[in-house]
């Protein structure tokens, strides 16, 4: 069963502080990954594609990886600022399947 | 419009009654899923469509949910006889292909009392 999971379940950091978020999967045959971000009452937004044969990709403030070998990756998110509280969610998408494994999220929180 | 329209935003019912949630994709967009997402939990899959091609209805949790698409754009959800864990914010997502990236709308949060 295709899988995703996410740690943490929630992180409390402080404004301007810098955090990783990680995501496992078992999804099979991979095809590429995303890494979502949610704002409270707001539809999740794309940050970033990850396809197999790329390990990293940054977008903006954002670094996401990838290591295909451990189907792990990871959200980077530098220099954190207040709009960056929200939850950020690992999306992976299986080769032949139109539907989505979603993780259930990280929760962060950015406080002054 | 430029990205994906949902209505309601709010809707309020009371346990019994039907309700229909309306989303209106993104033009030229060919898949649409529907979502279900309850507090602080992650997105449960309800119902995808591709085109013209029968919608793979394997995440819809009853049959007292079920979803049209009319023309290949707009579609409804519709959720029958409501029960109070219906209680949950509905997401529609649009993408130009299947697997490809999802644009959502901002949801239709749906309270059964």
């Known amino acids: 069963k295709n899988q995703v999971e996410q740690s943490p379940q929630s992180l409390i950091i402080l404004e301007g502080k810098n955090c990783t978020l990680q995501c496992n999967y078992t999804v099979s045959p991979f095809s590429n990954l995303r890494w979502y971000k949610q704002d409270t009452g707001r539809g999740p937004v794309s940050l970033t594609i990850m396809t197999f044969s790329e390990n990293t990709k940054s977008n903006g403030r954002y670094t996401a990886t990838l290591d295909a070998d451990t189907k792990q990756s990871s959200l980077h998110i530098t220099a954190s600022q207040l709009s960056d509280s929200a939850s950020y969610i690992c999306v992976v998408s299986a080769g032949g399947s139109y539907i989505p494994t979603f993780g259930r999220g990280t929760s962060l929180i950015v406080h002054p | 419009g430029a990205g994906v329209s949902q209505s309601p935003s709010n809707k309020v019912t009371e346990k019994g009654k039907d309700v229909e949630l309306r989303c209106d994709p993104i033009?030229?967009?060919?898949?649409l899923y529907w979502y279900r997402q309850s507090l602080g939990q992650g997105l449960e899959f309800l119902i995808y469509?591709?085109?013209?091609?029968?919608?793979?209805k394997s995440g819809l949790p009853s049959d007292r949910f079920s979803a049209e698409r009319t023309g290949g754009s707009v579609s409804t959800l519709t959720i029958q006889r409501t029960q109070q864990e219906d209680s949950a914010v509905y997401l529609c997502a649009s993408s130009h292909s299947g697997a490809g990236e999802l644009f959502f709308g901002e949801g239709s949060r749906l309270t059964v009392l």
């Open positions: 469509f591709q085109g013209n091609s029968a919608p793979d």
């Open positions: 033009s030229g967009h060919t898949a």
